[in-house]
C-alpha cells in the first residue's frame, strides 16, 4: 500500500516560517502530481498548492499566494512546503494528497497522508 508521510507542522508565532516536507513510500509518486491541502477545525478541506509530476506546472491558491511555495524532489519522492509570513488563519491541519492528475478538489485524490498540524499564534 502505497503511503505519504507529512512532517514539519509545529506552533510557530505570527510572521513565522515553517517548512513541511511529504515523504512518499513509492517512486510511483515520482510520475503523480501533488498537492497539499489544510483543514481547520469547523471547515472543509480546501486546497493549498500543487505541483505537476515534473515539477513545470505550480499552483498556489490566493489565500497563500507570495507567502508559500510548494517544490518537489523526484530523486528523493519528496515534496515540501515552505511556509512565511505565517497567519493566525494558516492553522490547520495539513495534508498531502497525489494522484495521476491534478486538481484543486480532494475528492480528485487517491493517496493522502494522515496529516500534520500546524498552528499560528498571535
Known amino acids: 500500500q502505497a503511503v505519504l508521510v507529512e512532517s514539519g507542522g509545529g506552533t510557530v508565532q505570527a510572521g513565522g516560517s515553517l517548512r513541511l516536507s511529504c515523504a512518499a513510500s513509492e517512486r510511483t509518486f515520482s510520475t503523480y502530481a501533488m498537492s497539499w491541502f489544510r483543514q481547520a477545525p469547523g471547515k472543509e478541506r480546501e486546497f493549498v498548492a500543487a505541483?505537476?509530476?515534473?515539477?513545470?506546472?505550480?499552483y498556489h491558491a490566493d489565500s497563500v499566494k507570495g507567502r508559500f511555495a510548494i517544490s518537489r524532489d523526484n530523486a528523493k519522492n519528496a515534496m515540501s512546503l515552505q511556509m512565511n509570513s505565517l497567519k493566525p488563519e494558516d492553522t490547520a491541519v495539513y495534508y498531502c494528497?497525489?494522484?495521476?492528475?491534478?486538481?484543486?478538489?480532494?475528492?480528485?485524490?487517491?493517496?493522502w497522508g494522515q496529516g500534520t498540524q500546524v498552528t499560528v499564534s498571535s
Open positions: 494528497a497525489a494522484d495521476r492528475l491534478m486538481s484543486k478538489m480532494p475528492q480528485r485524490y487517491a493517496y
Open positions: 505541483i505537476s509530476w515534473n515539477g513545470v506546472g505550480i
